[in-house]
């Protein structure tokens, strides 16, 4: 009898094991994307008439349901992006018994390294990644890039790459603009034929070669690191291919066919219209229901924003909407204005155009290097972020390349300091915000001790040590701390020492002086900034 138990029980986990064996399930870093390919019917129009659907859970956690999409040639695709590890089982639904009722698991590892997963909201301004890593948004614009010759996207993934960016403002419609004409290659609807010399759409199908090709470029931006801020509607068409003046259904069909297809990329913004109040046939109450349709569609909570003409601002307290997208250069032109639109605003403040570098003679296009670096950091001061651009065209009338338009190479100067900027974000504690907000517009902190103090424009030769007896939220400056100083130069990318430290004393009329009344001695030159930091012992 015992020798019976034996076999039976090496039988039991010999049979377990082969279970085990046949019943590996796939591998998914966390934040990756994992898909289930089904093979169904091409009759009839699938994009419209088949509904495909699947849950996926964790034993005992919650259940993510997501839609799938017809990729074409009967194929259909879910995806599902994997925010936590662990065993995931997922079950499709349709209205097709072919593509109902299969089953299946995953199992979610440990991150890839250097992936940090979806960039979510913070706090009341500022942003982080899933992983907790504070993300502070340095973006930049080539809004039509994906439209343009297959070289010149090359070109403008290398450039992207020195710059070192980590936000890019793209559209998925092509653009008909003064500067931006020419035709794309491929369409988001099927072309039914030519009038006119025209295309003609089906905008009940899509072209799913486009939105594949769409797919690849947000992924090599993901492999840079970048952001994909999608603007997924815009006015420049004028009729041209119509995309700007589509039927309710159609704009219906086609953001829940995109957020299907693109919900499981973790770069993913969505930017629900560019100078939205320029496009004619939409109104404010149907920009309102699209967001509820992005955000509806979305499983995941992508970033999801609105952007309007100068000083048009959306509602933004809509609970939809994650941040701002503003374009408006006035509150970066001059200290103290950002922060008014920060404290209006209970989200993060993006002020995504306040004019670009460049040469053109549009009034919007003509910033100086140095100005347009001098306004991004205008924003980071008050607590805000904002997006850089770049209009240079050197043959008047012709057709070249403009970054803000088409990617391709960079011409200005702005970009070459990306990177130095970035540098110095990286190394805060804690996001910028103004120490005293009302009474000193010039002095951040980042936390206990942590000044960054940016003197823009104005030259001088010395500065007397100072700071405010609030610290925002933090703690406030104790008389008899030791500080020192290190001089930023944010155009020629330096940092330098001061030697010594400064001792605090008692506050004087909400300002703590160095007990000794020392001075720091500055080099004549704009766009200075001073961090000051609490000594060593």
Known sequence: ????????????????????????????????????????????????????????????????????????????????????????????????????????????????????????????????????????????????WTHMPQPVQEKTLRSLEKARFNKLRMCVFPKNYGLCKEEPEIYPFLVEGYAGGKPVFDFTRFDPAFFRHLEKRIDDLRRLGIEADLILFHPYDKGRWGFDSLPAEVNTAYVEYLVARLAAFSNVWWSLANEYDYVASKTEEDWKALIRTVAASDSYGHLCSIHGSTATYFPYWMKELTHTSIQDEAPVEDFGRAAIVRSIYRKPVVFDEVCYEGNLASRWGRLSGPEML?????????????????????????????FWAKGGEWRGESWKRIAFTRSLLDLLPNPLQLADVSRDHRTATAGDDYYLIYFGRQM???????????????????????????????????????????EVGKAVDYRHYDVNRRKVRLPLLPYLMLRVTAAEE
Not at 487 to 498: E, F, G, L, P, S
């Open 460 to 502: 001088q030769d010395e500065w007397q040590f100072n700071l405010p007896a609030k610290n925002a939220s933090y703690r406030k400056v104790k008389p008899g701390t030791k500080y020192r100083v290190e001089i930023i130069d944010t155009w020629n990318m330096t940092v330098t020492a001061y030697p010594g430290t400064f």
């Open 1 to 144: 009898m015992k020798l019976f138990r034996k076999i039976v029980w090496c039988m039991a986990c010999l049979s377990a094991s082969v279970w085990r064996l046949g019943a590996q399930v796939t591998e998914i870093p966390q934040w990756e994307r994992f898909e289930v390919v089904l093979q169904g019917t091409a009759e009839g129009n699938p994009f419209r008439d088949v509904c495909l659907h699947a849950d996926f859970w964790q034993q005992g956690g919650d259940t993510v349901g997501v839609r799938g999409f017809y990729d074409g040639d009967g194929r259909y695709v879910i995806r599902f992006m994997p925010t936590l590890p662990g065993v995931w089982h997922y079950a499709t639904t349709s209205n097709v018994p072919a593509l109902a009722g299969q089953r299946g698991s995953l199992e979610c590892v440990a991150a890839a390294a250097g992936s940090h997963g979806l960039v979510r909201v913070r706090d009341a301004h500022s942003f982080m990644y899933a992983d907790s890593t504070v993300y502070y948004p340095v973006g930049t614009t080539a809004y039509a």
């Open 374 to 402: 001098h306004r991004i950091w205008q924003g980071l001061i008050a607590g805000t972020y904002v997006t850089h651009g770049e209009c240079y065209q050197w043959n008047a009338g012709s057709m070249d390349t403009i």
